[in-house]
Every structure is written in structure tokens, then in C-alpha cells.
């Protein structure tokens, strides 16, 4: 039987396009399968770190509505400060606009895509896939789950395992011209309020995108406190464009991420920073390596795609899990490192090098010096106490 492409790809987020883009460079044709039509909104703070902008193989800056300089932060709607940084500390996007750029390089590079076409199914025959469809059947050699959080490739091959869920809830919100130009610069954070989660404002060019990160079973407190958070701050909101939610997957264990010609990226696999939330820049280099693992399986240079998971494990996971660690850290003891933060140029400095992407989160343990060898019993310390903390305000609530 003909093939439609040497691989298949569900879903045309940052891991699907990026896998498209460099299979076609390498000679490796690609259809990407995704069901929504385009551009399409998707739940996300957009905010691009140096990290991100580094990685891509091509200059996303017109994409950019606002530079970001500075944080306005506070702990329990109040104690707020506003710390600066003489280099951007990141830059916002719309993830519609970024998605349909990343997609269109895509295309451009010999990809084919079909949108509004959501993937049904999937069956192996010998050497070759079968991806069925709401409109029709494709046949490939390999097949790519990009297809976001709640993955149907991560679900039918087992490969949606070991994943901790939180959720985004967000609005994009319309005020006056005068008030986004005023904090165009500035991200708004209120952190340690919500356990387990945090509330942010982005600027972007005519608008703000207010959201709320936490805990997936704690999703019900969210809309409270987002109003909460929005009297704190004192702007005025004219008008609503969007308020929807997004699941977070976040993978807790190092595991597989592939199987036989198979393998998951982005939200499908679960990489998704338990930190921040971000997913961007995991989504972009796991759609990497899925692509260069498939192009040395097809040269010939590794007999399977074993690889792939062996990369996603060194690689990616032990951001993740120390990622976690922090977060739990934080949310143990949110208003000492609040403080912290505010009285510390170090701590400052430190703050901006990890949000810039010039200090990964496994070096965070290194800075303990000597004390280094207590941080894994810290942090387990630290699990118990954000648990605790969480089902507290959980029973408060009722």
C-alpha cells in the first residue's frame, strides 16, 4: 500500500510543527493531523523565555507583543514589590499567532497538514501505521503523539503514565489603552495565596491575560480567587474576550515515552514544568528529538526508537523533577522566599538567570554549597508540608 507520509504527526502545537519542520529538512516527509481548525485559541500565558528563542531555528520577534523588564509581586494580595532587570527577563506572545507561525514554517519546509481532522484511531500492521481520522484513513511508517494533554496516542499505547494534573484557568481581559501601555513591561505575580498555585497577569498588545495555575482537584477555588486577585491589583477590566481552562500534565517519574514506531512529545508526554506551568520550550526540544531519533531510525543508526525515551529521561526529566522539588520548596515556605526575593540582589539575580534560561532548575541544589546532601530530605519535608497545606484550604473552603 502507498504511504501518505513517512510519519504522521497528531497535532499542530510547538512539539508537532517543530518535529514536521526539521523531518522535512532531514528528507523525511511529514503529515500533521490536527483537529482543530487555524489559528485557534489555546489557554496559555505566552510568555517566551531566552531559552525558547534560542532553540528555534528561526526569529520569532515580530510574534512579540511586550518585553518583559520587570515583576510586580505579591504574597496574600498584599506586600508588593516590584523588582527590574536592566535584560528582558522574557517576552509575550499570543499562542494563536505563535502556533500559526510555527506552522506555517512547517508547511513551508514540505510539511502537509490537515486541520479540523481529529485522529480516531490508530493500528499497527507489521511495519507500518494506520491512522484513522474523522474524514479518512493515512498510512506511515511512524507516528508522532503531539496531540496535547489529553493525548489519545499517549492513551492508547500506554504512554500517559506517572502524571500529576494541574490546571490554567484564563481570561483574556480588554482595558484602557493608557493602563497596558503603563505596564507593558511588567508581569504581575501573586504567589503564595492559592497553595500549590499562583496567579499572574501578562501584558499583551491591547489587552492583559490574567490567569490562575494550581492544583487540577483545587480547580474549583480558582474563579474566587482570580476575582481576588484582579481587586488586588487595582486594574479595571472593560471587557472579557476569553475565560476557559487548560489541563497541566506534569510527569512525576522517568519513564517511557515511546512504543515500537510510537512516541509521545509536549503535553502528550507530559512534560510540562510543575514550577511555572511553562510548555513551550519542552513541547519545541522534545519535537526535536522525536524528529532526530526517527531520522537516524530510518538512516539506519539505532535499530528503534528506544533512544528517544533513553534522551527525554537524561535530558528533560531531571528539569522536571527538580522543577517539582522547587515548587514544592516554594509552597512550604511561600512568604520567607517572597521576602527573600525582595530583600536579596542575589536571590533576585538568581531569580531572573532561571526565568532567562541561563540557569537550569538542577543547578538550583548546587547553590546550597556543603548543605547540598540535605536537599532531597528537605524537599521531601516539603512535600508534606504543601499537602497539608492544600487540604487545609481545601476543607476551609466548605
Same mark, same amino acid.
Given at each position: 500500500? =502507498?504511504?501518505?507520509?513517512?510519519?504522521?504527526?497528531?497535532?499542530?502545537?510547538?512539539?508537532?510543527?517543530?518535529?514536521?519542520?526539521?523531518? !522535512?529538512?532531514?528528507?523525511?516527509?511529514?503529515?500533521?493531523?490536527? @483537529?482543530?481548525?487555524?489559528?485557534?485559541?489555546?489557554?496559555?500565558?505566552?510568555?517566551?523565555?531566552?531559552?525558547?528563542?534560542?532553540?528555534?531555528?528561526?526569529?520569532?520577534? $515580530?510574534?512579540?507583543?511586550?518585553?518583559?523588564?520587570?515583576?510586580?509581586?505579591?504574597?496574600?494580595?498584599?506586600?508588593?514589590?516590584?523588582?527590574?532587570?536592566?535584560? $528582558?527577563?522574557?517576552?509575550?506572545?499570543?499562542?494563536?499567532?505563535?502556533?500559526?507561525?510555527?506552522?506555517?514554517?512547517? *508547511?513551508?519546509?514540505?510539511? +502537509?497538514?490537515?486541520?479540523?481532522?481529529?485522529?480516531?484511531?490508530? !493500528? !499497527?500492521?507489521?511495519?507500518?501505521?494506520?491512522? +484513522?481520522?474523522?474524514? #479518512?484513513?493515512?498510512?506511515?511508517?511512524?507516528?508522532?503523539?503531539?496531540?496535547?494533554?489529553?493525548?489519545? *496516542?499517549?492513551?492508547?499505547? #500506554?504512554? /500517559?503514565? =506517572?502524571?500529576?494534573?494541574?490546571?490554567?484557568?484564563?481570561?483574556? *481581559? @480588554?482595558?484602557? $489603552?493608557?493602563?497596558?501601555? !503603563?505596564?507593558?513591561?511588567?508581569?504581575?505575580?501573586?504567589?503564595?495565596?492559592?497553595? &500549590?498555585?499562583?496567579?499572574?497577569?501578562?501584558? +499583551?498588545?491591547?489587552?492583559?491575560?490574567?490567569?490562575?495555575?494550581?492544583?487540577?482537584?483545587?480547580?474549583?477555588?480558582?474563579?474566587?480567587?482570580?476575582?481576588?486577585?484582579?481587586?488586588?491589583? &487595582?486594574?479595571?477590566?472593560?471587557?472579557?474576550?476569553?475565560?476557559?481552562?487548560?489541563?497541566?500534565?506534569?510527569?512525576?517519574?522517568?519513564? *517511557?515515552?515511546?512504543?515500537?514506531?510510537?512516541?509521545?512529545?509536549?503535553?502528550?508526554?507530559?512534560?510540562?514544568?510543575?514550577?511555572?506551568?511553562?510548555?513551550?520550550?519542552?513541547?519545541?526540544?522534545?519535537?526535536?528529538?522525536?524528529?532526530?531519533?526517527?531520522?537516524?531510525?530510518?538512516?539506519?543508526?539505532?535499530?528503534?526508537?528506544?533512544?528517544?525515551?533513553?534522551?527525554?529521561?537524561?535530558?528533560?526529566?531531571?528539569?522536571?523533577?527538580?522543577?517539582?522539588?522547587? &515548587?514544592?520548596?516554594? /509552597?512550604?515556605? $511561600?512568604?520567607?522566599?517572597?521576602?527573600?526575593?525582595?530583600?536579596?540582589?542575589?536571590?533576585?539575580?538568581?531569580?531572573?538567570?532561571?526565568?532567562?534560561?541561563?540557569?537550569?532548575?538542577?543547578?538550583?541544589? @548546587?547553590?546550597?554549597?556543603?548543605?547540598?546532601?540535605?536537599?532531597?530530605?528537605?524537599?521531601?519535608?516539603?512535600?508534606?508540608?504543601?499537602?497539608? @497545606?492544600? +487540604?487545609?484550604?481545601?476543607?476551609?473552603?466548605?
Amino acid at each position: 500500500m =502507498d504511504r501518505d507520509a513517512d510519519v504522521i504527526i497528531s497535532g499542530a502545537g510547538p512539539a508537532g510543527t517543530l518535529a514536521a519542520y526539521y523531518l !522535512q529538512k532531514s528528507g523525511i516527509s511529514a503529515l500533521i493531523l490536527e @483537529k482543530s481548525a487555524f489559528p485557534r485559541y489555546k489557554v496559555c500565558g505566552a510568555g517566551l523565555t531566552h531559552k525558547i528563542l534560542s532553540i528555534l531555528p528561526f526569529d520569532i520577534h $515580530p510574534l512579540v507583543h511586550t518585553t518583559i523588564h520587570s515583576f510586580r509581586f505579591s504574597s496574600g494580595f498584599s506586600e508588593v514589590y516590584t523588582r527590574s532587570s536592566g535584560t $528582558p527577563l522574557m517576552y509575550c506572545t499570543m499562542r494563536d499567532e505563535l502556533d500559526a507561525f510555527l506552522l506555517e514554517k512547517a *508547511v513551508a519546509a514540505g510539511a +502537509k497538514v490537515h486541520t479540523s481532522e481529529k485522529v480516531s484511531g490508530i !493500528q !499497527q500492521y507489521g511495519e507500518e501505521l494506520t491512522v +484513522k481520522t474523522s474524514k #479518512g484513513e493515512y498510512r506511515s511508517l511512524f507516528l508522532i503523539g503531539a496531540d496535547g494533554a489529553s493525548s489519545l *496516542v499517549a492513551r492508547t499505547f #500506554g504512554l /500517559n503514565r =506517572d502524571i500529576e494534573w494541574g490546571m490554567a484557568w484564563e481570561a483574556e *481581559v @480588554k482595558s484602557s $489603552p493608557e493602563l497596558i501601555s !503603563q505596564y507593558k513591561d511588567t508581569v504581575f505575580l501573586d504567589w503564595g495565596t492559592f497553595p &500549590g498555585g499562583y496567579a499572574w497577569i501578562f501584558p +499583551k498588545k491591547d489587552h492583559f491575560s490574567i490567569g490562575i495555575g494550581g492544583p487540577a482537584y483545587m480547580a474549583g477555588r480558582m474563579p474566587e480567587y482570580y476575582e481576588k486577585f484582579v481587586a488586588s491589583t &487595582g486594574i479595571p477590566l472593560n471587557e472579557t474576550i476569553s475565560n476557559r481552562s487548560h489541563p497541566l500534565p506534569v510527569r512525576i517519574k522517568k519513564g *517511557v515515552f515511546h512504543s515500537n514506531r510510537i512516541v509521545v512529545a509536549g503535553d502528550a508526554a507530559g512534560l510540562t514544568d510543575a514550577l511555572t506551568g511553562e510548555g513551550i520550550y519542552w513541547a519545541v526540544k522534545s519535537g526535536m528529538m522525536a524528529a532526530e531519533v526517527i531520522r537516524d531510525r530510518l538512516d539506519g543508526k539505532i535499530s528503534d526508537l528506544a533512544l528517544y525515551s533513553e534522551r527525554i529521561n537524561s535530558e528533560i526529566m531531571p528539569e522536571m523533577l527538580e522543577a517539582r522539588n522547587i &515548587g514544592a520548596l516554594f /509552597n512550604a515556605i $511561600p512568604l520567607r522566599i517572597h521576602h527573600r526575593v525582595r530583600d536579596s540582589e542575589r536571590v533576585w539575580k538568581a531569580f531572573g538567570k532561571v526565568l532567562r534560561g541561563e540557569r537550569n532548575f538542577t543547578d538550583v541544589p @548546587k547553590a546550597f554549597g556543603k548543605w547540598k546532601v540535605f536537599w532531597k530530605p528537605v524537599c521531601s519535608l516539603a512535600y508534606l508540608i504543601q499537602a497539608h @497545606k492544600e +487540604k487545609k484550604f481545601m476543607k476551609n473552603a466548605r
